[in-house]
């Protein structure tokens, strides 16, 4: 009997049949399955209704479970007798029924053997229970025939504790008392009509374990069960010391404490740090980060669980994202393919229904069911953004490129390349893939920097570019950035269009013939290095005579530069000139930064650079070894390039020093503010009047090449304007002003947000600047608050006269919003 929705288990239940949740990582059913084989029954018939494919899909004819297996499938809710009367034509001789849902070790073979012994019409397996209100208890006579039926009877009704398991001996004449085409229930009809007839209907008191597992309650406690070996069940794995099982290619770290009994499935990783506390059981494939700490829970197959996190008492659904520093209480289910974001508590007895998402930081006290929360944003500020293999997995990518190919004209053409990683080659593919599905031609870069792919999604046979790479920061996640016809990142408009598809699956499939194809742009570096020298004076660059040592953080930007530099006369010392993923790794930037530095003091070289793995931020280090800070840099950049702009303006986010403005004053040059987005600054880079801008984080745009970051370009324009204005940086930077600004955060509730913000501008009382957040200005300084768009903080900038006077202003305005909070 497996055609039962199992409502009392959602959200478990929600997406999957009762009979297929697993007990110790074996679905029910399966377990069901095994006892039947062992007391002989080599023929099955399943009754099937709600969700059945995942039954059939599984279990299929039987044949690799040891035996036969036919389904009969309800197409609307029968009763326990309809079910078992709608396969009357597979039933031809006495046959047992039994739930494909319940957890038992009971001797079926002696049931059968009572039944024949005493020429029973019908046998009811029974079981004595502590409670047994929630139950059909049975009264028997003393020579097993049964004298009465009460359903779910009150307390004052309890005239025995032995109650109806389901599992039943049954001669075929059982089908005379169950009609056809209706709902027909054995214990309220089917039996009562037997006794009415006087035909042999008896009850056997069974011997072993057995558990109705109808509860989420009963579910964990279940497991427990097992794990005492109250009830024989097989559990995969081998056992080891303490009562805990190992499946097989599970990893477990020498500095990860387990407490059994416990359950660890095949493919899991459970990292050093680790803590996994008694009746925890783990499916297959779950990976656990340093210093997880988990008890007396359900974890399901397929999970991640990030550093840090706290779990007791519970059940995790299948394919859940765990982040960081969660807290899970007792009594919460989460159904499955949850996304929990870092730092999240959930509170006890919290249900979240499958494919939800609680935001980071969040407090969750009540349960998730039908909420707008449920689909995460689909991109962030980077682009689509997660864990390689675990967000960002190969279906993901082929159903985001179909959705974006679908959005681009048949026949269109996009560029795509990656970084030198595994995970970055495979989804790269898997887009690919997508894009010829939805009729897209590719341009496949292979590896390459980002600003070399921007370069070629601005040639005139391009429609858009794509790349795939690991993050910088964070080398487990994944990044897959979308570029528009001018090689900057695609708007917000776009975005959307992409994901609406995306979430309706609304793709376009094209035809055999119509499929795109791939090819391998024969000569994109000449191009680019050919446009980029034409961007500076070659010659006075020659003449300068450079001398300089750079780090190519073992980035893609090492197949282009060497040659570049090389012909432009430069000497250069380079630093891990070559591609490397495990290398880039365990890149560390500061350390790179003093040994360049050294390396610039040693040689006496003009110029050190870092350029970033990916070939878009660049660190500067001076003629005397110091490294500059971002803003020192930018600064020292500013006075440079004001005297030889294409345009009369730079673009500059609103964070930024007004040291700056200052500067770019001093030269008749306009600075005009942006918001702090790189698409906001990327739009603004592409006015015609916009000559230079920059985040202040080591990203330089020079519009009249590429309206995006570029590391290498930035670095032969800091050469050009050092040549040209035959000054050393060193000079540069020690006549730039001093800046005094600070930045702090505020954790803030999603939903205060706004709140904070509209107050702020009626406390302001001073001069207001919206152009990104709320910046109030204070004589010769300002403050900038500005909520995080993808973390429950916001952020606060303040810049004076001095240190001391920008803290105060910080924190002065920090305090403000942590009073609006209460």
């Known amino acids: 009997m497996a055609g039962g929705e199992g409502t009392r288990l959602r959200p478990l239940t929600s997406n999957a049949p009762k009979p297929m949740l697993p007990i110790a990582n074996v679905p029910m059913m399966e377990h069901v399955i095994n006892l039947l084989r062992t007391h002989g029954f080599d023929e099955i018939v399943v009754t099937v209704a709600f969700l059945a494919n995942a039954i059939k899909t599984y279990f299929g004819d039987g044949s690799e479970f040891g035996v036969k297996m036919h389904y009969a499938h309800e197409a609307t809710p029968l009763g326990t007798a309809g079910s078992v009367g709608n396969a009357r034509a597979l039933l031809d001789e006495r046959f047992l029924v039994i739930s494909g849902d319940v957890m038992t070790d009971i001797d079926l073979g002696a049931i059968v053997r009572f039944h024949d012994e005493h020429n029973a019409v019908a046998t009811i397996g029974l079981t004595p229970v502590e409670n047994p209100l929630d139950f059909g208890i049975v009264i028997t006579r003393e020579d097993g025939t049964i004298e009465r039926f009460l359903e779910k009877p009150t307390w004052g009704q309890v005239f025995s504790d032995t109650i109806n398991t389901g599992i039943y001996v049954l001669e075929p004449k059982i089908f005379e008392f169950i009609p056809e085409g209706r709902s027909v229930d054995f214990s309220s009809e089917v039996f009562p009509a037997l006794l009415a007839e006087g035909l042999p209907l008896y009850g056997a008191i069974a011997e072993g374990y057995w558990e109705d597992v109808g509860t989420l309650e009963a579910y964990l406690g279940s ?212 894009l010829n599905a939805a009729g897209v031609d590719v341009l496949d870069l292979e590896v390459a920097s980002v600003p070399v792919t921007r370069f070629l999604t601005r040639t005139p046979r391009v429609l858009a570019g794509l790349t795939v790479r690991l993050h910088n920061d964070d080398p487990s996640r994944i990044m897959v950035r979308f570029f528009d016809t001018e090689g900057t990142d695609i708007s917000e408009d776009g975005q959307r269009k992409i994901e609406r598809l995306f979430q309706r699956e609304d793709f376009r499939r094209v035809l055999a013939e119509e499929v795109g194809d791939i090819a391998i742009p024969p000569r994109a570096l000449e191009e680019y290095t050919v446009a980029l020298e034409a961007t500076v004076e070659a010659e006075a660059i020659r003449k300068y005579k450079f001398k300089l040592v750079v780090d190519y953080s073992f980035g893609a930007t090492s197949l282009v530069m060497p040659t570049l530099l090389g012909k432009l006369g430069a000497d250069v010392l380079a630093v891990n000139p070559y591609v490397s993923t495990s290398a880039r790794v365990n890149f560390n930037a500061e350390a790179a930064a003093v040994r360049v530095a050294g390396l610039v003091k040693a040689s006496g070289a003009h110029l050190g650079a870092i350029l970033d793995a990916d070939g878009e931020r660049l660190t500067l280090i001076d003629n005397e070894g110091r490294v500059l800070s971002h803003t020192d840099a930018l600064l020292a950049f500013v006075d440079l390039v004001c005297d030889h702009l294409l345009g009369d303006t730079i673009a500059l986010p609103v964070s930024i020093t007004q040291q700056a403005t200052t500067i770019a004053a001093a030269h008749g040059v306009e600075v005009i503010q942006t918001k702090i987005s790189i698409a906001a600054l990327m739009a603004a880079a592409n006015d015609p009047a916009v000559g230079f801008a920059s985040d202040g984080a080591g990203g330089y745009i020079l519009p009249g090449f590429l309206p995006a970051f570029d590391a290498a370009g930035a670095l032969l324009k800091v050469m050009d304007l050092l040549a040209r204005h035959d000054r050393s940086l060193a000079e540069v930077v020690d006549a730039l002003p001093k800046v005094h600004l600070t930045h702090e955060q505020v954790i803030t509730p999603w939903e205060q947000k706004g709140l904070v913000m509209r107050s702020l501008v009626e406390m302001a009382g001073r001069e207001v600047v919206l152009v990104d957040g709320v910046k109030v200005v204070h004589g010769d300084g300002w403050v900038l608050a500005l909520p995080d768009p993808e973390e429950p903080v916001t952020h606060v900038w303040a810049e004076a006269s001095s240190d001391l006077e920008a803290r105060r202003l910080a924190q002065e305005y920090s305090r403000r919003i942590r009073q609006l909070l209460r």
Request: proline content about 3%.
């Open 223 to 434: 497991h427990k069960d097992v794990l005492d070996q109250k009830v024989q069940l097989e559990i995969p794995g081998f056992r080891v010391n303490d009562g805990i099982w190992l499946g097989e290619g599970a990893e477990v770290s020498p500095d990860a404490v387990i407490t059994g009994p416990a359950v660890i499935g095949p493919g899991c990783k459970v990292e050093a740090g680790c803590m996994l506390g008694e009746y925890t059981v783990l499916g297959s494939n779950v990976r656990l980060l340093a210093d997880v700490h988990i008890e007396r829970t359900v974890v399901h197959d397929n999970v991640y669980v990030g550093s840090g996190a706290r779990l007791r008492g519970a059940i995790i659904g299948r394919a859940c994202s765990i982040r960081s520093n969660v807290r899970i209480d007792e009594g919460v289910v989460l159904g499955d393919s949850v996304f929990i974001g870092s730092g999240a508590v959930l509170s006890g007895d919290v249900k979240v229904y499958p494919f939800k998402t609680v935001e980071d930081g969040a407090v969750v006290n009540t349960s998730i069911v039908w909420e707008s929360k449920g689909s995460r944003s689909l991109f962030g500020r980077e682009g689509v953004t997660g864990l390689a293999n675990v967000d960002v997995t190969p279906e993901l990518a082929v159903k985001l490129a179909m959705a974006h190919g679908t959005s681009l004209k048949k026949g269109s053409t996009v560029v795509t390349s990656r970084d030198s990683s595994r995970a970055a080659r495979m989804l790269k593919r898997a887009m690919m893939a997508g």
